[in-house]
């Protein structure tokens, strides 16, 4: 049997597409011509230490240590997370990316953690830690939270991404 091959049809769209609700009926948009690919806003500003100045309690940043926690198999793709360093540094503010294998079970990388944001915090009780974990990184942060109590106090917040 000679089985024709198979092409997937281009996306269904809507040919008016309404951005707002109004009274107007002119509030609204057709779909380009080019297969109702939709259009991607403006990339943001580069970020810049006076960027940083804008945030409501934008001082405060700079008083925590950020650890990233990276998510599975992110030791394979070494520059993945190379543009997130670049705007911390450019906004001046500390990040260390934790040393965990991502391959190992949580339970391990909670014990990891833990020892990290201690070593990070240097024993003062003042000094906090944001723990920023992406995927499975975000898991193995919840973990350490969980399992081991004393870090409480230690880590100001846990951003999962």
């Not at 281009?10 to 009926?25: E, N, T, Y």
């Not at 948009?29 to 806003?41: H, L, M, R, Y």
Request: hydrophobic share 40%.
């Amino acid at each position: 049997m000679n089985a024709a091959p198979r092409t997937l049809s281009p996306p269904i769209c809507a040919r008016k597409v309404r951005l707002a609700p109004s009274a107007d009926s002119s509030t609204s948009s057709t779909c380009p011509s080019d297969g109702c690919q939709p259009s991607a806003p403006p990339p943001p500003p580069p970020l810049s230490p006076s960027s940083l100045s804008l945030l409501p309690g934008a001082r405060s940043m700079r008083r925590f240590s950020y650890l990233l926690v990276p998510g599975l198999l992110t030791k394979w793709y070494p520059l993945y997370m190379a543009t997130l360093r670049a705007d911390f540094k450019r906004l001046g503010l500390t990040l260390t990316c934790s040393r965990i294998d991502t391959d190992q079970p949580v339970r391990v990388n909670a014990a990891r953690l833990m020892h990290e944001v201690l070593e990070l915090s240097g024993g003062e009780p003042e000094a906090r830690v944001v723990l920023l974990g992406h995927s499975k990184g975000a898991v193995d942060a919840a973990a350490a939270l969980s399992l081991f109590p004393e870090l409480r106090g230690r880590v100001a917040a846990l951003v999962s991404v």
